[in-house]
């Protein structure tokens, strides 16, 4: 190996090193504002009026992995809002909430979880695996009998819209 074919591999090795580094250094980044988003979240709980709504957004949370502050955020990814949408479904259908009332609860509009519902329903009717289990795991957890079930599912065409 000559001495030019030394420097450029040496280059090159240096190089490798310096975009490793800046990767670490992003990752850790991103970990430390991760961090630092939880703690904010531990000190600063969560404190709402209905303990039943409450109790709903603990074993959603518990069952989807997804923190209580996300559900209530405004954040958009794929598994905090799929978290959302079965919280406002699980509410509405088998505890009978208000549309405005989840809202509220969700610091949100009506519409928004008229939205959320939706969505959930046809990932149920879609047949989607994850979603179907979370759902079947948060009845089972909040003790919604078969029978509850039957007549929630039944009610869903007759409730205030017509789905389709």
């Not at 040496?10 to 504002?33: G, H, I, N, P, W």
Request: hydrophobic letters at 35%; one cysteine or more; proline letters at 1%.
């Amino acid at each position: 190996m000559n001495e030019i074919d030394y420097v450029v591999e040496y280059y090159k090795v240096k190089k490798q090193l310096q975009v490793q580094q800046l990767r670490t250094s992003s990752r850790l980044k991103k970990m430390q504002s991760e961090i630092d988003r939880l703690k904010t979240y531990l000190k600063n709980p969560i404190v709402r009026k209905d303990n039943q709504l409450m109790n709903i957004l603990d074993v959603v949370s518990d069952v989807t992995l997804v923190i209580k502050h996300d559900v209530l955020s405004r954040n958009r990814e794929f598994e905090i809002a799929s978290a959302r949408h079965l919280f406002c479904y699980i509410a509405y259908m088998h505890h009978r909430y208000s549309l405005k009332k989840i809202g509220l609860f969700l610091s949100r509009d009506h519409s928004t979880v008229i939205n959320s519902v939706k969505q959930f329903h046809n990932a149920l009717d879609c047949g989607y695996k994850t979603e179907h289990a979370q759902y079947r795991k948060v009845l089972e957890l909040l003790s919604i009998s078969d029978a509850e079930r039957c007549i929630s599912r039944n009610n869903l065409f007759t409730r205030k819209w017509n789905w389709k």
